[in-house]
């Protein structure tokens, strides 16, 4: 979990600049003809306060077939994208909203250039992530670059390295150059959607994701908090309490599957971490009291 939230930053504003643009709002055209010009748009889209868009520049490729009630993987995907975009685009919201009320430290934060390697403690990571959520990629816009392969393929480089040991990279399409999700790769990991039920499973987690920065949208205008980290820790427990149930269910469709690898925590389980602590989920037959627990080990965490 401690590495998942390592990439963060870099994964995700790097594969999150890609899902399909919603509807009734009239898209603006960004310039994704070469490698570099679609990093570009990235910051762009942020820039015009279009979040929202990222998600378009993401290229996951889908095999060609149909679930047993007729959605095709490829319109699945798209979902999963549509989601990503509307939560997006209220984290957005959320961030103008936390600048309004509470300026000075929001100030302080972007000062701190987007990075989360120095946090400590759980609100302080959700502090700057719904304080400045797309602050990695403008505190490193300078850094990052896509090198043309020739072959129609291009390779991340943050200062000269490659991204992600160079997992991460970009293609080209009819519509343009797009993050390459390494698709094959996460699939023979065993973590990767499967089904049309994990693919549903992955759509609702950004729908609870949303959800919970809805309820905190909520909160904040009603004036609950005094701080600003007062107010990162809590969206912090509520994103995480939203999210651990999708996570759960996902999890134990891939432990269910024969075909799939797992962290076993005992016959018909698999363990989470959370912080320091591994939490045992379906080993002792009541998955709600598992993720109950769970929950609370984050929000005394997120006490601390």
Known sequence: MRTAARLLPTACILATAALLALGGCRKPRYDTSTPQAAIDAMAEMVKDGRPELLPTLIDIEARDLAFADGVTEASAIEDVKRKAGDMLARLWRVSLTLKKRFPAD????????????????????????VSDPFGWL???????????????????????????????????????????????????????????????????????????????????DSGKF?????????????????????VVIFALMQQNDPAKAGTAAGPGGFTIKAGNAEIPIGSTGDVGRDMGNAGDIMRRQAEQ
Request: hydrophobic residues 45%.
């Open 106 to 129: 929001v100030d302080a934060e972007i000062a701190k250039g987007g990075s989360l390697a120095k946090r400590s403690g759980f609100g302080d990571v959700f502090t700057a992530v």
């Open 226 to 246: 005094k701080s600003l980290s007062a107010a990162g820790e809590r969206a912090g427990r509520l994103i995480s309490e939203s999210a651990v149930a999708q």
């Open 138 to 220: 403008d505190a490193n816009r300078s850094r990052l670059t896509a090198d043309d392969l020739g072959d129609g393929t291009a390779a991340f480089s943050l200062d000269g390295k490659p991204v992600l040991g160079g997992t991460l990279a970009m293609r080209e399409t009819s519509d343009g150059w797009r993050v390459s999700v390494p698709v094959e790769l996460l699939r023979s990991s065993g973590y990767f959607p499967d089904t049309r039920e994990e693919w549903a499973v992955v759509a609702y987690l950004m729908l609870a994701i949303e959800n919970a920065l809805v309820d905190f949208e909520d909160e904040l």
